[in-house]
């Protein structure tokens, strides 16, 4: 609306500069300037602050880094050529990640990293050790039984621990 | 090459395959493990029974292919109405009560329930003894007699059935519906014989067979194992026993009934309670195992072992007995059995008491063949096997080997216990290799056993006894600091050990021996603080320290000191201080007062 309102405005001010004359430009007009709008993209992306914001590698690096100095949180065949079922995959993800991070809560370092392989579904966590051993067994075997149960294929935790999360840089 | 090569065996760094691969998560005591492992095998059972069968969980059933495994498990009863269908429903689904019911019910409805139901009906009584088969550690305790053992959760591996032992009792259900029988088959008394032998009523079931025989029945291969099993308890003399299983045996024959593998290992068990004509005629029933052309178990050659090998017995032993078993096993084609047996551990107790490391070596070899290995048993009898094997090596084999074995074994497979690191000590102390302590001090602590005073105590006092390299006594020293800090201050809920005057003698001595004289002389005041008596070499060592270091001062504390615990030595240790040291008029005079003291005292008692 605001591009087809001034675009008058816009005609006006060029004829007026081509026809040359030397007639004041601002004859109550008033020209506003606009192109589509193209916003910065925000996504995945933590934007400098003060400096006392810790950041793993993972939330540091920008979404175009994948593929270059980050890899994959999700591995499936569902997105090579002829290969079907991505989005459903997608949506499996999903939910496993949640649910992970429901369970596990404030015990996650890092992003859940699910693997497929044959059709075993292997969620790979790195957990930080907050929570004594038994109770973290209990939890790790609860979500496999239900995950296994809830999917109908084989569910695998494969979960490596940390004092604290491991901090890339601070932003 | 080698590198792949290390990685096709096992890996002795790894955890149990039930752990996850983290050293936070890794149990480090052997009663850590245990605890894990009866959490995670309970861990399964608790989901399945408690969140799944919530009606919520199943809602969204959002996949293509499906294992038939995970899908719902109906536990639920779904024919309601009195019929035979519901019954054998019953029967299948283990409801044990339910089923007696729906069969009373069947009954008095006067519905003629077809044979082979109520044969699968008493099938099922009998194989669970009346009761419902246990899940969970609830038993119902109204309809059977049962004997509970106090039930601990934590560190005992067993499950729940094997805690409770139940007991035959007379007028039960299986007898009120065997007597209901319109017409009773082999298979009908079969069972309940079996049942009967199973829950410890063997007289019974002797009776029963008599029984049969009387109705002109033949019985059948599986009522046969459990007489011959029964055998044993039922008379009392060893000549009386073998007389009976041999009749059986022709009766057997008569009925031309074929023994299988399983009747085998019934005689070779009962032969075990058979005393000294035992020998003879197990060896006489593996011939007839051969000829049959039945291949002997894992369980057969247990029973054999056990019957040669008795625990306490004195009599000669076959010396190769165990070779020509292992020598057997090797070359026979086993059939492979699931009940659990014990054949590894008490091999390995065999070759701990004849100290046969050459039949343990190939006692382990065994494991490595075909699936041998399940034959180890659980964790509790793992522990065992290797407690027994590290136990023989530490005795027989030199340090290296023991080592190496020592890398393999713990703590992947084996936490040993106590007495395992005083013989890992006892070991190193024969082989000369006191150096290592440090680092077995170290596993000592991470397996939680440095709460045991006289591992400590012996530790110390290996440390302290001879003098060593420079190296080795300032490892020995940081390690006597570990251990001293350990003394005074319990870790976590744990109490702190009691100072006893030899440790804290080793420690000092310890210190001295590494030249850190500051720590020493902390020690000796620890003396005073908690009453104990330094011994007189302890003084003697303090004294040809300070000497090289040529400190008047301290020569002096320690005389002073030396007088305040009353030790016999002051006036001599006085004297060699005076000839020893460059002293003031005052010094002196302080000499001689102490050491005046001390014979004042002396000529006064």
């Excluded at chain 2, 969204?60 to 499906?66: A, I, L, M, P, R």
């Excluded at chain 2, 069969?103 to 009998?126: E, R």
């Amino acid at each position: 609306m605001a591009a087809s309102l001034s675009c008058r405005g816009v005609k006006l001010s060029i004829a007026l500069a081509r026809v040359g004359t030397s007639i004041c430009v601002n004859s109550g007009t008033r020209t506003l300037h606009v192109t589509a709008i193209c916003c910065k993209n925000r996504a995945a992306r933590i934007r400098v602050g003060k400096g006392d914001r810790p950041l793993t590698y993972e939330q540091a690096l920008h979404p175009h880094h994948i593929g270059h100095r980050k890899g994959w949180l999700s591995q499936h065949t569902g997105n090579l050529q002829g290969e079907g079922g991505a989005s459903d995959r997608t949506v499996e993800d999903m939910f496993v990640r949640r649910f992970i991070f429901g369970t596990f809560h404030n015990c996650l370092a890092n992003e859940v990293v699910i693997k497929r392989r044959g059709n075993m579904l292997v969620v790979c966590a790195l957990m930080l050790q907050k929570l004594p051993p038994q109770k973290l067994y209990f939890l790790i075997g609860y979500t496999e039984t239900l995950l296994s149960h809830f999917y109908k294929c084989p569910v695998k935790m494969e979960v490596q621990t940390l004092a604290d999360k491991a901090v890339y840089k601070y932003l | 090459m080698q590198a792949l090569a290390s990685t096709v065996n096992r890996d002795p760094t790894a955890p149990h395959y039930m752990f996850q691969d983290d050293p936070y998560l890794t149990p480090r005591t052997s009663a850590e493990f245990f605890a894990l492992m009866f959490f995670l095998s309970s861990i399964f059972l608790s989901s399945t029974e408690i969140i799944l069968p919530l009606p919520g969980v199943w809602q969204n059933d959002c996949c293509v292919s499906v294992l038939q495994c995970l899908m719902p498990e109906t536990m639920e009863l779904c024919i309601e109405e009195v019929s035979e269908a519901a019954l054998l429903e019953r029967i299948m689904l283990r409801k044990v009560k339910a089923a007696v019911d729906m069969y009373d019910q069947l009954l008095q409805a006067g519905t003629t329930v077809s044979p082979d139901a109520s044969n699968d009906l008493l099938d099922l009584i009998c194989l669970y003894g009346d009761r419902d088969p246990v899940q969970d550690d609830k038993p119902e305790a109204e309809d059977v007699e049962v004997q509970e053992e106090g039930r601990r959760r934590k560190g005992r591996l067993r499950r729940a059935s094997d805690l409770v032992r139940i007991v035959w009792r007379e007028n039960n259900n299986a007898e009120r519906i065997f007597n209901l029988l319109p017409e009773r088959d082999t298979r009908a008394y079969s069972a309940l014989i079996r049942g009967m032998v199973k829950y410890g009523a063997h007289v019974k079931a002797f009776n029963t067979y008599t029984d049969m025989l009387n109705n002109r029945l033949t019985a059948d291969v599986h009522t046969f194992n459990a007489l011959i099993s029964a055998a044993p308890e039922v008379r009392e003399r060893y000549t009386e026993k073998w007389d009976l299983i041999v009749d059986l045996l022709n009766q057997m024959n008569e009925q031309k009934v074929k023994p299988n593998l399983l009747t085998f290992n019934a005689l070779l068990k009962a032969l075990r309670r058979c005393g000294s004509l035992a020998r003879a005629q197990s060896l006489h029933t593996l011939s007839e195992m051969k000829a049959m052309g039945i291949a002997p178990s894992l369980a057969s050659f247990d029973h054999v072992l056990g019957i040669f090998y008795k625990a306490d017995s004195r009599g000669p032993y076959i010396n190769n007995l165990i070779d020509q078993v292992i020598h057997a096993i090797l070359n026979v084609a086993l059939t492979l059995f699931s009940l659990p047996v014990n054949f590894f551990s008490s091999a390995m107790r065999i070759c701990l008491d004849t100290k046969d490391i050459e039949a343990a070596y190939k006692v382990h070899d065994l494991l490595r063949v075909g699936e041998n290995w399940r034959m180890l048993g659980d964790s509790f009898q793992q522990s065992i096997y290797y407690g027994r094997m590290f136990n023989l090596l530490c005795m027989m084999e030199h340090i290296d080997v023991v080592l190496k074995w020592y890398k393999e074994l713990i703590p992947s497979l084996y936490y040993p216990n106590p007495q395992g690191m005083r013989d890992l000590l006892q070991a190193l102390d024969t082989d000369n290799r006191l150096d290592m302590i440090p680092q077995i001090w170290k596993d000592i602590r991470r397996m939680g056993h440095d709460n045991k005073s006289d591992l400590v105590d012996e530790l110390l006092s290996l440390m302290a006894r001879d003098k060593h390299s420079p190296e080795i006594q300032e490892s020995f020293a940081v390690c006597a600091l570990d251990v001293k800090s350990l003394y005074e201050q319990g870790q976590g809920a744990r109490m702190a050990l009691e100072w006893t005057a030899t440790a804290m003698t080793n420690i000092t001595s310890v210190l001295l021996a590494a030249q850190k004289k500051q720590q020493a002389w902390d020690m000796l005041k620890l003396f005073k603080t908690k009453n104990r008596v330094p011994s007189e070499e302890l003084m003697e060592e303090f004294l040809a320290s300070i000497k090289s270091s040529n400190d008047p001062q301290h020569a002096m504390e320690l005389v002073q000191i030396s007088a305040s615990f009353c030790l016999p030595s002051t006036p001599k240790l006085a004297e060699r201080v005076l000839q020893a040291f460059e002293l003031s008029e005052e010094q002196k005079s302080q000499l001689k007062s102490a050491s005046e003291v001390k014979s004042n005292t002396e000529s006064r008692t």
